[in-house]
């Protein structure tokens, strides 16, 4: 696509705008040196459904201290392994999910290591991983993001779909409708750091209940009819380190 066509689109040109102005107000995110396993990642976010990120967390490295490898899952009883994710809760269907998952990878992949899965493209790689059990667009695009470090992923969970359904950029209805809407219009290379500021600033302004609107830096191009400029708290602190803990950065 050539720049003009790029800055003629409002998507994306809007998206760009929104990076910007995240960037300036939370800082641009750094990735961690090592890059999660792509395995770890995709058991992790199953263990991250219907919790916070602290328990998946140490549901997480529960299950690891039982379980080094964890291809060794798909030929466990799932009842084994309840006791070591209970922290996060629903662990009778959670179990049943990770067992699947994994016999899905040893059979339907072989190889499930990061260049293995780097050879295959993105677009490919989203769809043969979306067809395991458990896994939908936005798992599949973590992997891609975190996992493989590839910085043109985008996964959209359900801050970033609100978000971005607030300001205008999209109108619809599921996080995996926005997600089809914007994957190919995000900044070159602009994912990692999009997805990031977009969950930090659901955590800290635009959150799904009473945003702050207020101090909202996107106030003036946000189209949501409920936007509200009124000051009614004290301002957020910018260093809140709880609203930055991600478990799929911390496996
Ligand atoms: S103005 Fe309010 S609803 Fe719109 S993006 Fe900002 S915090 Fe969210």
Known sequence: MSSRQSLNNPVRSRLQIISS?????????????????????????????????????????????????????????????????????????????????????????????????????????????????????????CVSLFALGDDDAFPVDTHVHRILNRLGVVSEKTPDKTYLAVRDKIPPSGGYELHINLIRYGRRICTALKPKCYECVLFDICRWKDKDGQVREKPVQKGDRNADFMILESI
Do not use: M, W
């Open 21 to 141: 102005r995240l960037r300036n107000f939370l800082g641009e995110p750094q990735r961690k040196r090592k890059l999660p396993d792509p395995l770890e990642l995709l058991i992790a976010t199953v263990l991250s459904q219907n919790t916070n990120d602290l328990n998946s967390h140490k549901a997480f490295t529960n299950l690891k201290k039982g379980y080094p490898d964890f291809t060794i899952l798909a030929h466990v009883n799932p009842r084994r392994i309840e006791p070591l994710i209970k922290v996060g809760g629903i662990a009778n269907k959670k179990s049943k999910t990770i067992v699947r998952l994994v016999k899905g990878v040893v059979s339907g992949f072989g190889k499930f290591d990061r260049s293995s899965l780097r050879k295959i493209k993105r677009v490919e790689l989203i769809e043969r991983l979306c067809s395991l059990h458990g896994v939908g667009f936005k798992t599949a695009a």
